[in-house]
């Protein structure tokens, strides 16, 4: 056991030790999950034959009792504890989630425990604020002084709301430019905590946006081609996919063939090649792209016209381009270098 976790665990230990009924320890070490998993107020009332308000009942009065004597001074180890929390906070950006939280402390293996008897020293603590989880938001602990659990989610909804507004994903340092904080990193910390946010890229936007939070293959491959910002080959794109920071990246080079034929929003430009529909590129054949090309055009066009306005759409050879020209019932040659649409 490395030191942090030794220094926390002794704070719980010495916590638990000034609660002097067993009866009153049993049920914060059950509630908060201390000597195994967390439990309910009907499951503890069960276990120790009394009503689900009467736990609740002892479990408020227990934890006041314990936030009194963290406040005096009374268990010293907390202290030690409370510093190691507080430190790693300020280095997070003053609030984190407590799965964040736990991996700064302990390392990457930090257990489920360690995670809760995070949650266990910021419940007690008064220089320490817990954002309780829901629907909305992520269980997280913060540093006191910067807000209460009011004032925590009412900095988060108003992140929320300015993405909301600007109807698309941000950089942290657009962000930083409009909202009145002093580092970036607040801004991070604050957004992570909220389970309506979703970050890709270095961009932040509403959590059902495909585009910072892509569920699906479709939206993945979306991603990676607006990313690029230049048509691939559907191998690169299973490849990029799978070097991504997506949750889900394990594909098949056939399942992302599927998708890009079954979505308008891919577009066909040549062997395997795709593009978005959305930088001006049409489905159709060669001919088809020849023919739309003319129809545009009030006066025939050069060769040289033509291949050059083809291949801003299409990945094809020229001598592929030249090859459709010569199609007779489709183009007719107005002179020796220019073509107009057949009649």
């Given at each position: 056991m490395d030191q942090n976790a030794e220094v926390i665990a002794k704070a719980i230990d010495d916590s638990l030790k000034i609660i002097e009924q067993d009866r009153e320890k049993e049920i914060i070490s059950r509630r908060f999950g201390l000597s195994g998993s967390k439990e309910t107020l009907e499951q503890i009332g069960d276990m120790l034959s009394i009503t689900r308000e009467r736990v609740r009942q002892l479990e408020k009065a227990v934890l006041i009792r314990l936030r009194i004597s963290t406040e005096d001074g009374n268990i010293p180890e907390f202290v030690h504890a409370e510093k190691i929390i507080i430190k790693s906070l300020a280095e997070l950006g003053k609030i984190a989630k407590v799965s964040d939280l736990a991996v700064k402390i302990f390392g990457d293996d930090a257990s489920d425990e360690q995670r809760l008897k995070l949650s266990f020293i910021g419940e007690i603590s008064s220089n320490l604020?817990?954002?309780?989880?829901?629907?909305?938001?992520?269980?997280?602990?913060?540093?006191?002084?910067?807000?209460?659990?009011?004032?925590?989610?009412?900095?988060?909804?108003?992140?929320?709301?300015?993405?909301?507004?600007?109807?698309?994903?941000?950089?942290?340092?657009?962000?930083?430019?409009?909202?009145?904080?002093?580092?970036?990193?607040?801004?991070?910390?604050?957004?992570?905590?909220?389970?309506?946010?979703?970050?890709?890229?270095?961009?932040?936007?509403?959590?059902?946006?495909?585009?910072?939070?892509?569920?699906?293959?479709?939206?993945?491959?979306?991603?990676?081609?607006?990313?690029?910002?230049?048509?691939?080959?559907?191998?690169?794109?299973?490849?990029?996919?799978?070097?991504?920071?997506?949750?889900?990246?394990?594909?098949?080079?056939?399942?992302?063939?599927?998708?890009?034929?079954?979505?308008?929003?891919?577009?066909?430009?040549?062997?395997g090649i795709y593009a978005l529909d959305s930088w001006g590129y049409k489905r159709g054949t060669v001919s088809e792209t020849i023919t739309d090309i003319l129809k545009q055009s009030k006066t025939p066009l050069t060769r040289e016209q033509i291949v050059k306005r083809v291949l801003a759409s299409r990945k094809v050879k020229e001598t592929t381009i030249l090859l459709n020209l010569q199609n007779k019932k489709l183009f007719k040659k107005v002179d020796k270098n220019s073509y107009t649409l057949a009649e």
């Amino acid at each position: 056991m490395d030191q942090n976790a030794e220094v926390i665990a002794k704070a719980i230990d010495d916590s638990l030790k000034i609660i002097e009924q067993d009866r009153e320890k049993e049920i914060i070490s059950r509630r908060f999950g201390l000597s195994g998993s967390k439990e309910t107020l009907e499951q503890i009332g069960d276990m120790l034959s009394i009503t689900r308000e009467r736990v609740r009942q002892l479990e408020k009065a227990v934890l006041i009792r314990l936030r009194i004597s963290t406040e005096d001074g009374n268990i010293p180890e907390f202290v030690h504890a409370e510093k190691i929390i507080i430190k790693s906070l300020a280095e997070l950006g003053k609030i984190a989630k407590v799965s964040d939280l736990a991996v700064k402390i302990f390392g990457d293996d930090a257990s489920d425990e360690q995670r809760l008897k995070l949650s266990f020293i910021g419940e007690i603590s008064s220089n320490l604020t817990v954002v309780e989880e829901n629907d909305n938001y992520y269980n997280s602990i913060g540093i006191a002084e910067y807000g209460d659990e009011k004032t925590l989610k009412h900095k988060i909804d108003e992140i929320i709301s300015y993405i909301r507004k600007n109807k698309a994903p941000l950089s942290l340092d657009e962000l930083y430019n409009t909202l009145n904080y002093e580092h970036p990193d607040q801004i991070r910390a604050l957004a992570s905590v909220s389970k309506n946010l979703a970050t890709l890229n270095g961009l932040w936007g509403l959590a059902k946006w495909p585009t910072v939070n892509p569920k699906n293959i479709r939206d993945k491959i979306y991603v990676v081609l607006e990313e690029k910002r230049e048509p691939m080959h559907f191998e690169e794109i299973a490849e990029a996919i799978k070097n991504s920071d997506f949750r889900r990246k394990n594909v098949t080079i056939q399942a992302i063939h599927n998708e890009l034929i079954k979505d308008s929003r891919f577009v066909l430009i040549g062997r395997g090649i795709y593009a978005l529909d959305s930088w001006g590129y049409k489905r159709g054949t060669v001919s088809e792209t020849i023919t739309d090309i003319l129809k545009q055009s009030k006066t025939p066009l050069t060769r040289e016209q033509i291949v050059k306005r083809v291949l801003a759409s299409r990945k094809v050879k020229e001598t592929t381009i030249l090859l459709n020209l010569q199609n007779k019932k489709l183009f007719k040659k107005v002179d020796k270098n220019s073509y107009t649409l057949a009649e």
